[in-house]
């Protein structure tokens, strides 16, 4: 079992852009990235994590699915991942980031999506998702884009929840550049 260090309130880091994962001459085995990327994700008490959240700038991320009959979550490792299509539906939840701690948003994200990704075994494959998985899909690509979560949210959205973090948690999320994401 091994942990990475994830990567925290790092704008630079945060917002690189992912590159694809070469499996013809991976990086790093595969199979060992998700494995390690789920620890991770398992010990801080995520719903998913990208592999750029730990400083590796690869298209890859992790995430807890559907608890099955003997009450484990499924864990998923997504590598390469595409998004084909959204539903027109949208849904408002409150969302928030291991990387950004306290920074919590309502964001409207797309009920359903179809997606195509490789397994870490290089099988690729093409599937629905729907409801808070959907949305655990969507905030990881977020990162895989190179992009924050509440990145196009109004200024005085933002400037509430780095108020908000820095009361409750003692985190000063100001000068840090956030505001340079929101739609003025």
Not at 133 to 155: S, Y
């Amino acid at each position: 079992m091994t942990i990475l260090p994830i990567v925290k309130q790092d704008i630079l880091t945060l917002t690189r852009l992912s590159e694809d994962f070469d499996f013809d001459k991976p990086p790093q085995a595969p199979v060992e990235l998700a494995t390690n990327l789920v620890d991770t994700m398992l010990d801080a008490k995520g719903l998913g994590l990208a592999a750029i959240q730990v400083g590796l700038p690869y298209r890859v991320f992790v995430m807890r699915g559907n608890v099955n009959e003997k009450g484990n979550p499924e864990m998923f490792a997504f590598f390469n991942p595409k998004i084909v299509s959204c539903s027109n539906e949208y849904i408002r939840l409150e969302e928030g980031c291991l990387s950004w701690k306290g920074l919590i948003f309502n964001i409207d994200r797309p009920k359903d999506i179809r997606f195509r990704f490789t397994l870490p075994n290089n099988q690729t494959d093409t599937k629905m998702f729907t409801g808070l998985t959907a949305r655990t899909i969507l905030h990881e690509m977020t990162h895989l884009a190179g992009e924050v979560f509440w990145q196009g949210l109004p200024r005085y959205k933002i400037e509430k929840a780095i108020k908000r973090a820095k009361k409750k948690y003692g985190i000063d999320y100001e000068g840090k550049g956030l505001l340079k994401f929101c739609k003025d």
